[in-house]
């Protein structure tokens, strides 16, 4: 009864920024690790960030280390992704995830997936 809903997602020349959105609904979100996920075409979903409980800690791919920031507002239910400096390479669709656990590099094992949110830089 879980669902998370990802928005913000869109088309943005390269250098700009976007930050993206997720709504969790169902249950408590605060007892949820929360995260994002990335997934070009042809490619495997990589992981990009993650946040725990209380927010206090966040861990970030390399790749996109200093770029972008991940925060929550467990008031709103609300995990963002703020997007800064962006670039091609960023192009993808963006997934938020939820783990009553942990969120670790690999997607595998993820409790709760949102639909998707495509992210296009242009060049």
């Known amino acids: 009864q879980v669902q998370l809903v990802e928005s913000g997602g869109g088309l943005v020349q390269a250098g700009n920024s976007l930050r993206l959105s997720c709504v969790l609904s169902?249950?408590?979100?605060?007892?949820?690790?929360m995260g994002w996920f990335r997934q070009a075409p042809g490619e495997e979903r990589e992981f990009v960030a993650s946040?725990?409980?209380?927010?206090?800690?966040?861990n970030y791919a390399g790749s996109v280390k200093g770029r972008f920031t991940i925060s929550r507002d467990n008031a709103k239910n609300t995990v963002y992704l703020q997007m800064n400096s962006l670039k091609p390479e960023d192009t993808a669709v963006y997934y938020c995830a939820a783990d009553s656990i942990r969120i670790g590099l690999s997607p595998s094992n993820i409790d709760y997936w949102g639909q998707g949110t495509q992210v296009t830089v242009s060049s």
């Open positions: 946040i725990n409980w209380s927010g206090g800690r966040t």
């Open positions: 169902g249950r408590t979100f605060s007892s949820y690790v």
